[in-house]
């Protein structure tokens, strides 16, 4: 089946067996904490299906291109659990599991990535091109600074306050340009690897990309019945708003790219294990959230750029952190440790929100 091997066309049978139960088990009205533990497992097995794909595509593109594209598919759990958040009123959930992705993709799976790619080495220093780790904490630093503003002059009750949301859809439009002036140049400047290795993909292109898509719109389907799931499994396990959204629904809404940068880690592909999360990171905050502002125009409840000042600090701070670690283009393995622990921290403090 397009080079793949018995083992991983099993593999993938597998994860197809699981995805069809986790929508019987939500359409059937199964238990929640069942339905819940199904998806989950289901989210686990789709990442590891576009994880396979991103791996057999990189060997064509750079890396950059292969992030773009995987971070892109993988972003689509979290764009549709937005969604359908704000549209049952959840503007809480909706906005901590946007917050959420970036922690967590900045902070637990990038320290992750670190700390396995680092192990790799023989000098325990992960290395990887700088121009990426940089251009997402600018982009970040952007998506901060708006963040910053609004948040700041809803707390203080600033006059500019009062058109939050006006500001807020201007915003919106200004990030998303600003990353379309960075990524159309990126990927541009990106070189196929077959080029530059003259080694050939073990799977047939249009097999990756159709195990791509799969992936991505399978993980998004899954991210609903996860999502149906979770209000009465937060009432039973009795855990904060702010911990589902932050923690809960961000881990799992990005399942995608988590398992597949920490796979490509594993095996030594430094730069497009860093690719695959720096580029989830720079979605998120200039396009996916900004995208999600303006599509919120379309329902009762909307969203803006206006957080607590906890999670705008945190946020500044998460920045500042990703840039000093990563903006070298290299890491040892304690950097890596240290944005976990802060993730660690930030998730514990979400506890008593």
């Known amino acids: 089946m397009g080079g793949l091997s018995r083992r ?20 059937a009205g199964w238990a929640a904490l069942l339905a819940f533990a199904i998806a989950t497992v289901a989210l686990a097995g789709l990442a590891h299906l576009v994880s396979l794909a991103t791996e057999q595509v990189g060997e064509r593109f750079g890396p950059g291109a292969t992030g773009v594209l995987q971070s892109t598919l993988g972003n689509l759990p979290e764009l549709f659990v937005v969604i359908f958040a704000l549209r049952a009123g959840e503007v809480v959930v909706a906005q901590t599991s946007i917050i959420g992705s970036l922690f967590a993709n900045a902070l637990l799976v990038l320290g992750l990535v670190i700390v396995l790619g680092a ?17 997402t904490a600018t982009l970040l630093l952007v998506a901060s600074f708006i963040i910053v503003i609004v948040g700041v002059a ?38 196929p690897r077959e080029q ?117 600090a945190a946020l500044l701070l998460t920045a500042l952190s990703m840039w000093q670690i990563t903006g070298d283009g290299e890491a040892a393995e304690f950097e890596g440790w240290a944005l976990v622990a802060i993730y660690v921290i930030l998730a514990v403090f979400t506890l008593y929100e």
């Open 8 to 27: 991983e066309v099993q593999v993938i049978a597998g994860i197809l067996v699981v995805t069809v139960l986790a929508g019987i088990a939500h359409y």
């Open 119 to 135: 192990r790799q080495s023989s000098d325990g220093v992960m290395r990887f091109g700088p121009r990426l780790p940089n251009d």
């Open 154 to 191: 809803h707390e203080t009750h600033e006059p500019a306050a009062q058109h939050e949301r006006a500001i807020s859809t201007v915003a919106a439009i200004a990030l998303l340009g600003v990353y379309l002036a960075w990524v159309v140049p990126y990927l541009r400047g990106e070189t």
């Open 196 to 312: 530059e290795h003259g080694s050939a993909p073990r799977v047939a292109l249009p097999v990756s990309i159709a195990l791509l898509a799969a992936g991505g719109v399978g993980a998004a389907f899954v991210s609903d019945w996860f999502v149906a799931a979770l209000r009465p499994t937060i009432d039973q396990l009795g855990v904060s708003e702010a911990f589902a959204g932050l923690v809960v629904v961000a881990i799992a809404g990005n399942a995608v790219e988590n398992v597949a940068g920490l796979v490509l880690a594993r095996k030594g592909q430094a730069d497009l294990a860093i690719s695959v999360v720096k580029n989830s990171v720079a979605q998120v905050a200039a396009f996916l959230y900004p995208a999600l502002v303006l599509i919120s125009l379309l329902f009762a409840h909307q969203l803006t750029f206006a957080l607590s000042p906890v999670l705008i």
